[in-house]
């Protein structure tokens, strides 16, 4: 009898917790990734040189595409990927499975060290396609040689940031 007010207000509390933390949703739970190429000069974040078996979780442990990033995890709001110095000969696809939303954009940073980050589209229609996705946003990379489009942007791909 005297327990059961106590109970009801701790259980008050503990959804008042839960509420407050989905709010503030994506980001809370925002990854960083790495990536770099495999070279070592000018480097502004990562200590080693990529390999997409890496997790790309840490500065020593870059991935070394970052299309490998995208297909191997699973992309949210807040979530940032920070690709090295080097040059990145890849066509990076993202489509809404590894989008942003209103609560934050997926953000893809280049080094602005050394030569910064170059994407090479040779080879490839474009560098960068983004394929209904949303809240996406792509800052300081330097593109080159792309076939037809730097930049590809098709179906609902509103609300990125390039
Ligand atoms: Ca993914
Ligand atoms: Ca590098």
Do not use: H
């Amino acid at each position: 009898m005297i327990l059961k007010p106590a109970i009801n207000q701790k259980s008050a509390y503990f959804i008042l917790l839960v509420l407050v933390l989905l709010l503030m949703g994506g980001n809370l739970f925002a990854t960083d990734y790495y990536v770099n190429d495999n070279v070592m000069a000018g480097e502004m974040w990562c200590t080693v040189i990529g390999n997409d078996t890496n997790d790309g979780l840490a500065t020593n442990t870059p991935k070394a595409t970052i299309q490998n990033v995208i297909d191997t995890k699973l992309l949210g709001p807040g979530d940032r990927v920070f690709v090295d110095t080097g040059t990145y000969n890849e066509m990076v696809l993202i489509t809404g499975t590894d989008d942003g939303s209103g609560a934050g954009y997926v953000t893809f940073t280049a080094s602005t060290q050394g030569g910064g980050a170059v994407i090479d589209g040779a080879g490839n229609a474009q560098s960068w396609n983004l394929t209904n996705c949303q809240y996406v946003r792509i800052e300081y990379f330097k593109i080159t040689g792309g076939n037809a489009n730097g930049i590809f942007l098709q179906g609902n791909a509103a609300n990125n940031y390039i």
